[in-house]
């Protein structure tokens, strides 16, 4: 905890005001991340190298730019994909480099799927700012929303509106111990607020989703897992909205495949990633680039 405040007093920077351009920015040096990959349950690992041709993911020599027109799947995880080659469950390592800034980076993949770690991104976050980051040259304009962009899936929706950056996310689930939550995100400290933040399950889904090849390394180790009114994990909750505070990193490592901040108010309610990669999808038609 004490890393966590101590890094963000000194790369307060680096939790820039996404209203503004944007400095480019990339790691100092190559990182390794090893573990096991929560759908797929194998081991994998991630090796990020400085770049500067925007965030790329590599797997057998192929490149795979991290961008829209590479999202595969959206099924309970953000798969991108090039020439056969996948790699699964992005978004908890894209949401990370969003919340460092890092707007440049080499990802190689060893394995199919990023590892899990915790189920959140504080150990990325962690891992990166001690290793360091630097400047590249040149700045990256973020998208201004000139209008209100809604997408409806159901009873679920998510909208974007002209205004200064923030993200509100509201969920309700019928489990007790999840229940209904809200939490404004404003940009000001993704570390604290949000990267600790775990993924969950729900008990009876656990079985529905393993038999679809889905929560395979899922473990209390990696994802907070509820049953009825119960949290599972004898640690508890980081938060008591640590679910919705966990649905804004997905959301924010979704939006930030378009490669650039958003200018708006975002919000969501009840949203999936098949939604979070819709809403960038309209931003990147609708959106104008600089203020
Ligand atoms: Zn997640």
Known sequence: ?????QYHLTNSNALHNLRDNMERRTISRKLRISGIGLHGGRPSSVI?????EGIIFRRFEIQIPARLDH?????LNTTLGSAGARISTVEHLMACLYGTGITDCEIELEGDEVPALDGSARELVRMIRASGTRLLE???LPFVVPRRIRLESGTSWIEASPGSFEV??????PDASIGYQ???YRGRDFAAEIAPARTFGRMQDVEKMRSLGYALGGSLHNAVVVDGHKVLNPEGLRF????VRHKILDLLGDLWILGRPVEA???AYKANHGLHIGLAGKILEAGLMGA
């Open 1 to 5: 905890m004490l890393g966590l405040v």
């Open 48 to 52: 990020l190298q400085p770049g500067r």
């Open 71 to 75: 999202v595969v799947d959206t099924t």
């Open 138 to 140: 040149g700045e990256i």
């Open 168 to 173: 509100t996310y509201e969920i309700d689930f």
């Open 182 to 184: 809200r939490y404004c």
């Open 240 to 243: 008591p909205e640590e679910f």
């Open 265 to 267: 108010r975002i919000h």
